[in-house]
């Protein structure tokens, strides 16, 4: 429906979301397979791609040439599915797509294994994206951690693409079992983010702090932490390490 506020100098366009019963209390993850049918904005800038969403309640103000959107439940690009803020999309002259803060993403559509919350995000067209975000990682005791990813971008076969830097400061575990430092790599088609970095085991045998980092690079899944060592046990530096069952001799123990 559509209707022409001449005072406001508005055009009004409604969809009648009345009809998708429970759409408003859904998830972001039920609404990713949810059909939302109706009249779609599409873009008709080819720099676009032609970019689509749906929308519930939208103003066309024709002085601005400024597009604000309500009820935007969902916005497909490339692999992913963006969840704006509130629901609001701001268009602006050009077709283009005012920058989107504390959005959710999650890549892929199919798998949906990889979930971003709170993100600062630029669409560009239906199929590139960047963006920034906490990446919510979970282990196998539930325990939830974010890494932050500073440059989520599509690469050029279509597929999410990101990377978080992991500090000794971010007190990060990997596993209950195991503390981690280094570079968490999100690639949106695999089921795991791909850990390059060092790992230490949790543990409360030294009262000093315990330095000794061992290098490994491995997609890791967080339900079931198995880390590769190869014939060689090297530090972040590249030092080889020694590895095995030590008996103390004053205090008779095994460490």
């Not at 397979?33 to 749906?54: A, Q, R, T, Y």
């Not at 002085?63 to 969902?74: C, G, L, Q, S």
């Not at 949106?188 to 702090?209: H, M, T, W």
């Not at 030590?246 to 460490?255: C, D, P, R, T």
Request: net charge negative.
């Amino acid at each position: 429906k559509i209707e022409w506020d001449m005072d406001g100098d508005e055009l009004v366009l409604t969809n009648n979301i009345e009809a998708m019963e429970g759409i408003e209390e859904m998830s972001p993850r039920e609404l990713i397979d949810v059909d939302l049918s109706g009249s779609d904005f599409i873009s008709v800038n080819p720099v676009h791609d032609s970019l689509e969403f749906f929308s519930g309640n939208a103003r066309y103000n024709m002085k601005e040439n400024i597009v604000y959107a309500e009820d935007v439940f969902k916005v497909n690009v490339a692999d992913a599915v963006i969840f704006p803020a509130a629901r609001t999309l701001k268009i602006l002259p050009g077709g283009t797509i005012e920058t989107l803060e504390n959005a959710g993403i999650i890549a892929n559509r199919e798998s949906m294994k990889h979930e971003i919350q709170w993100a600062t995000v630029n669409i560009f067209s239906r199929n590139y994206y960047e963006a920034s975000g906490s990446y919510l990682y979970v282990d196998r005791e539930n325990t939830l951690f974010e890494i932050t990813m500073e440059d989520i971008k599509v690469d050029s076969l279509g597929i999410t693409q990101g990377s978080g830097k992991i500090l000794e400061t971010d007190f990060f575990s990997i596993d209950p079992a195991f503390d981690f430092i280094g570079k968490a790599n999100l690639e949106a088609n695999k089921p795991f983010l791909r850990f390059e970095g060092g790992f230490r085991i949790n543990q409360d045998c030294y009262e000093e702090d315990f330095e000794h980092w061992t290098y490994f690079i491995d997609y890791v899944d967080p339900t079931n932490v198995i880390l590769p060592l190869g014939d060689t046990i090297r530090n972040l530096d590249g030092k080889e390490l020694e590895a095995g069952v030590f008996l103390s001799s004053v205090y008779e123990n095994v460490y």
